[in-house]
């Protein structure tokens, strides 16, 4: 094994050409490295943390004069802050990645399966069920901007089918996405929870007979369309203390039509 000299020495002896001068004099508004899976440790409220792995892409500005980056430091930063990510250790990540990278701005993606353990309605039998969620952040100099995207499936039942059949109403599983900016931490199960109320029912992934019977019940009794759900979120997020920007998109994979149904709200 290269002593820490010996090491230092190799490197100094290779080219390095990604210091180079670039002379097209263009400047590259992001580089570096995309779709890396990590395992990582999110916080969540009803254990502290959980386990789960993380598809990430770090990225910095690159001067019109600089030939190339460092892609390797992306990797050295990440690992060097360890597992557990939450909203109060990006900004670190971030600064690091200005500082190690000599850049002036930094942007980190991050998207994960996020699990939730619930209870069937009727028989109280537990099982997983996975949203996906998203941290996207970017620092200009000191200033960090954070975004926090949830995806949740839901069901919708249709209020104009209900209103015109005399048996039954056709019903679809949807998907909502919520992008939010807060001043405060909002927790992602937070998210979810006002979702699945804003929807006819929300999803389990166990169900024996008298909870789908129940299930299937419930969003008969409260139809909602696409436009419904969209505005159904943006009336919770609208009274939310904590959230200063949302964009929220609903869209519903129609049982009857061979084409989606989709709506989108954006505030703040």
Request: include cysteine; aromatic fraction near 6%; charged fraction near 25%.
């Amino acid at each position: 094994m290269l002593s820490e000299a010996e090491q230092t020495a190799a490197t100094t002896a290779l080219h390095d050409v990604q210091s180079g001068r670039d002379h097209r004099e263009l400047r590259i508004d992001k580089v570096g490295v995309r779709g890396m899976r990590f395992p990582i440790q999110i916080r969540d409220k009803a254990h502290l943390v959980q386990n789960t792995v993380a598809t990430i892409g770090m990225y910095v500005d690159l001067p019109k004069e600089c030939k190339g980056t460092h892609m390797s430091r992306f990797v050295e930063v990440l690992n060097a802050h360890g597992e557990i990510v939450h909203v109060e250790n990006i900004p670190d990540i971030l600064s690091a990645m200005q500082q190690r990278l000599k850049a002036d701005t930094a942007h980190m993606e991050m998207e994960f399966p996020f699990f939730l353990t619930k209870k069937a309605p009727v028989t109280g039998m537990e099982g997983v069920l996975d949203y996906t969620a998203r941290f996207e952040a970017n620092a200009i100099g000191k200033e960090a901007d954070f975004v926090l995207t949830v995806i949740v499936p839901v069901t919708t039942l249709c209020p104009c089918s209900k209103a015109i059949s005399e048996h039954g109403a056709h019903n679809q599983r949807g998907h909502v996405t919520v992008q939010l900016r807060s001043n405060e931490t909002v927790w992602i199960e937070e998210v979810i929870d006002l979702v699945e109320q804003s929807a006819s029912s929300e999803l389990y992934s166990l169900l024996k007979r008298p909870d789908e019977k129940h299930v299937t019940e419930r969003a008969y009794e409260n139809p909602v369309f696409v436009e419904d759900l969209v505005r159904n979120v943006a009336t919770r997020l609208n009274n939310h203390p904590h959230v200063v920007w949302y964009k929220v998109e609903a869209e519903n994979f129609e049982s009857i039509h061979n084409h989606n149904a989709y709506a989108c709200i954006e505030n703040g």
